[in-house]
């Protein structure tokens, strides 16, 4: 870690896929990482729906996916660069970018696969064309890096919250509501090794689902939740949702989340306004799952 502050630049984009967060923060040796400036920018819609269509499993073709990679990392640069100007900064001088990429798939335990055990995961938005575009030293490719050396690829912000929230003598709990959820246990005064953190379920990934079905595409997430307000629980449905086989996981090695496939349950067509409070209910529900330590 340098002792002189440097300038860094983190892209991230998450399982929405609805648009790029930039955030410009400085680290160094002597202090705890510090936040600069952030600004969102929106992904277009057809990136965005080709994103989508690709993560949910739909049939696509070699050349494809390197286009959309090459198409994405495009949209990355672009977003870096209107940021910097946004920020006032000079590319020059920014030390490094982090891109973190778009999840695709992600299969964090080992499967068979062509007679071996197998873990992958797939991040697009190439960073080569950030690093060319903008003349800023890129690193991404976090996710494959953590799985190659045996983890599950996921979650990832663990060892940023034992930076961050580390503390000597009280033990700390760190919930990420993300499209997946995930917790952090950081006991007092901790070493990296005796933290603990897993992936627990869905967060946002099923909300925004259900409310862009039922409003056919017209809103993205329920805002204030104004839709999950109006209804009220179906009680079978989130009962059925709630035995899903990852929440009854040992929380001492659940397997990472899948992003492609969230639990899912069938009912007797509920209506959009009873339907829409259950995945809210569902995403608090599975934070305090029989797994959970706390």
Not at 79 to 96: D, E, G, T
Not at 132 to 156: N, W
Not at 276 to 293: D, E, K, V
Request: charged share 15%.
């Amino acid at each position: 870690m340098p002792k002189k502050p440097l300038l860094l630049l983190g892209l991230m984009s998450g399982t929405s896929a609805d648009a790029i967060e930039v955030a410009l923060a400085t680290v160094s040796a002597n202090s705890p990482p510090k936040l600069i400036n952030h600004t969102t920018r929106p992904l277009p819609k057809a990136l965005r729906a080709e994103i989508l269509r690709i993560a949910e499993g739909a049939p696509a073709s070699a050349a494809q996916i390197s286009q959309l990679n090459f198409r994405l990392g495009h949209a990355f640069a672009e977003a870096a660069l209107a940021a910097l100007r946004q920020f006032r900064v000079s590319p020059k001088r920014v030390a490094l970018i982090g891109s973190h990429g778009q999840t695709i798939f992600h299969q964090g335990r080992p499967v068979p696969f062509l007679g071996h055990p197998t873990a992958s995961t797939l991040q697009i938005g190439e960073p080569a064309i950030i690093a060319a575009r903008t003349g800023i030293t890129t690193i991404a490719d976090f996710r494959p890096a953590d799985i190659a050396v045996g983890g599950q690829g996921a979650p990832l912000v663990p060892f940023a919250d034992y930076l961050l929230y580390r503390h000597p003598k009280l033990g700390r709990v760190s919930l990420n509501l993300g499209g997946i959820a995930n917790i952090t246990v950081i006991p007092a005064n901790a070493k990296p090794s005796q933290v603990l953190a897993f992936d627990t379920g869905p967060a946002n990934m099923l909300i925004d689902a259900l409310v862009s079905h039922f409003t056919h595409g017209r809103q993205h997430f329920d805002k204030n939740a104004r839709l999950a307000r109006k209804g009220r629980s179906l009680p079978v449905l989130l009962n059925a949702l709630l035995r899903d086989p990852y929440l009854r996981q040992p929380f001492q090695n659940p397997p990472a989340a899948n992003t492609t496939a969230p639990p899912t349950s069938r009912s007797s067509s509920p209506s959009p306004q009873n339907t829409a409070p259950i995945p809210t209910i569902f995403s608090a529900a599975s934070r305090s799952s029989p797994r959970s330590p706390l």
